[in-house]
């Protein structure tokens, strides 16, 4: 977890240091003060990327040639970027320069559900594989291999694909993207099944109306049902070659969770949709943790959009019952009155990019005792 946080010259905060909570950290202020900045700055130390920006010089104040953001992880690992000048994007881990983003991406496990997040469902498969991915990232050390593998040979049939090869050099790839690719399945469909178990029980805890509905994983593989992925490969061979692209295998996968057998976006309000795709991330954190011992960071931004007070207050209880350092943003005080605020928490006012932290009425009771 975050125990100290610095940004310079990030966006509209010039500069800013904070001593996160362990548990849950508010963030409250007025449209425009900073608040998805700053998660974005939390974001960018753990994904070396931004939710918002490809470029990531605008992340940088207008005005400087530099913003920097600096990460302390559990008291003792010291984590930097810099972004600017012509050197790009700097990382320092450990005070030693990072080699690969996937070792950066390793040690801070997090998750971001932005305020338009019941679009989970309006999303393409591309978005919901991602979701999975992340999961399997951080749960089975193994999958990277797999995944980036399945991605160099199925590059390679593609490229032999467009290059106009014969059949049986394109085919010549086959062996190898079947392997890696069956792998990739067995592993999406058993995270996903575990995924669901937790998912029905944090979903019912969040929202009472689907207390008793039954809840199924669908998982479209990639290729079409009853079929080997070996077979779907040979005989779409030729329509590929038109395509350009090899249609069919995991790259192609999709899932959804099907409730009383109905689509979710048939079925959900949009308050709903967006507890589902929380839901969603409170079993996936649940799992990592369970599995790993390991610890992540949670970010929701404005929470209460979509969501009534009554709602806001069991996703509170929830990021609670997991334990779980999280980050949220809202533009108005009401959150801090259903929050029972404790000492593992934390408020901060966020106003013209400064950042301060309110003073807590419940760490003054300790005082009583
Ligand atoms: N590179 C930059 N330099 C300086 N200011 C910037 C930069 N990029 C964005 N801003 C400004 O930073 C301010 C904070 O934006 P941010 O999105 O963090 O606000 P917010 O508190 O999340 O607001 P809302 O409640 O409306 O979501 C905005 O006024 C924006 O225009
Ligand atoms: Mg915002």
């Given at each position: 977890?975050?125990?100290?946080?610095?940004?310079?010259?990030?966006?509209?905060?010039?500069?800013?240091?904070?001593?996160?909570?362990?548990?849950?950290?508010?963030?409250?202020?007025e449209?425009?003060?900073g608040?998805?900045?700053?998660?974005?700055?939390?974001?960018?130390l753990?994904?070396?990327?931004?939710?918002?920006s490809?470029?990531?010089?605008h992340?940088?104040?207008?005005?400087?040639?530099h913003?920097?953001?600096?990460?302390?992880?559990?008291r003792?690992?010291?984590?930097g970027?810099?972004?600017?000048?012509t050197?790009?994007?700097?990382?320092?881990l450990?005070?030693?320069?990072l080699?690969?983003l996937?070792?950066?991406?390793?040690?801070?496990?997090?998750?971001y559900i932005?305020?338009?997040?019941?679009?989970?469902?309006e999303?393409?498969?591309?978005?919901?594989r991602?979701?999975?991915?992340?999961g399997?990232?951080?749960?089975?050390?193994?999958?990277?291999?797999?995944?980036?593998?399945?991605?160099?040979?199925?590059?390679?049939?593609?490229?032999?694909?467009r290059?106009?090869?014969?059949?049986?050099?394109?085919?010549?790839?086959?062996?190898?993207?079947?392997?890696?690719?069956?792998?990739?399945?067995l592993?999406?469909?058993?995270?996903?099944?575990?995924?669901?178990q937790l998912?029905?029980?944090w979903?019912?805890?969040?929202?009472n109306?689907?207390?008793?509905a039954?809840?199924?994983l669908?998982?479209?593989?990639?290729?079409?049902?009853?079929?080997?992925l070996?077979?779907?490969?040979?005989?779409?061979?030729?329509?590929?070659?038109?395509l350009?692209?090899?249609?069919n295998?995991?790259?192609?996968?999709?899932?959804?969770?099907?409730?009383?057998?109905?689509?979710?976006?048939?079925?959900?309000?949009?308050?709903?949709q967006?507890?589902?795709?929380?839901a969603?991330?409170?079993?996936?954190?649940?799992?990592?943790?369970?599995?790993?011992?390991?610890q992540?960071?949670?970010?929701?931004?404005?929470?209460s959009?979509?969501?009534?007070?009554?709602?806001?207050?069991l996703?509170l209880?929830?990021?609670?019952?997991?334990?779980?350092q999280?980050?949220?943003?809202?533009?108005?005080?009401?959150l801090?009155?259903?929050?029972?605020?404790?000492?593992?928490?934390?408020?901060?006012?966020?106003?013209q990019?400064?950042?301060?932290?309110?003073?807590?009425?419940?760490?003054?009771t300790?005082d009583?005792?």
């Amino acid at each position: 977890m975050l125990t100290e946080l610095r940004l310079t010259n990030f966006r509209n905060i010039s500069a800013v240091t904070v001593s996160p909570a362990l548990g849950i950290n508010l963030l409250v202020g007025e449209n425009g003060s900073g608040k998805t900045s700053f998660l974005e700055a939390v974001y960018l130390l753990a994904m070396g990327r931004s939710f918002r920006s490809r470029n990531l010089k605008h992340l940088i104040q207008h005005g400087y040639e530099h913003c920097q953001v600096f990460g302390r992880i559990d008291r003792t690992i010291p984590l930097g970027i810099q972004l600017g000048g012509t050197a790009g994007v700097q990382i320092r881990l450990n005070n030693a320069p990072l080699k690969k983003l996937s070792e950066l991406v390793l040690h801070l496990p997090l998750q971001y559900i932005p305020a338009n997040c019941h679009q989970f469902f309006e999303q393409g498969p591309k978005f919901r594989r991602k979701v999975v991915d992340w999961g399997l990232f951080h749960v089975e050390h193994d999958f990277l291999f797999h995944w980036q593998n399945y991605r160099k040979v199925l590059q390679q049939r593609n490229a032999a694909l467009r290059a106009q090869k014969s059949n049986k050099e394109v085919s010549l790839w086959d062996g190898q993207l079947i392997s890696y690719g069956l792998r990739l399945t067995l592993y999406r469909e058993a995270y996903l099944q575990e995924v669901l178990q937790l998912f029905q029980y944090w979903f019912t805890q969040i929202c009472n109306d689907y207390k008793s509905a039954s809840f199924e994983l669908r998982y479209a593989p990639g290729w079409p049902k009853n079929t080997e992925l070996s077979v779907a490969l040979q005989s779409n061979i030729d329509r590929d070659r038109v395509l350009g692209y090899s249609r069919n295998g995991p790259h192609a996968a999709d899932w959804s969770i099907k409730i009383d057998g109905a689509d979710p976006l048939e079925l959900l309000s949009r308050g709903q949709q967006k507890l589902f795709y929380l839901a969603i991330s409170f079993a996936q954190l649940s799992l990592l943790t369970k599995k790993r011992q390991q610890q992540s960071i949670l970010l929701i931004d404005d929470i209460s959009s979509e969501l009534d007070s009554s709602h806001q207050q069991l996703v509170l209880a929830a990021i609670k019952a997991i334990g779980i350092q999280t980050f949220i943003t809202t533009t108005t005080d009401d959150l801090q009155s259903l929050l029972n605020i404790q000492e593992s928490d934390a408020v901060f006012h966020v106003k013209q990019g400064e950042v301060a932290s309110s003073h807590q009425p419940m760490l003054s009771t300790n005082d009583d005792t």
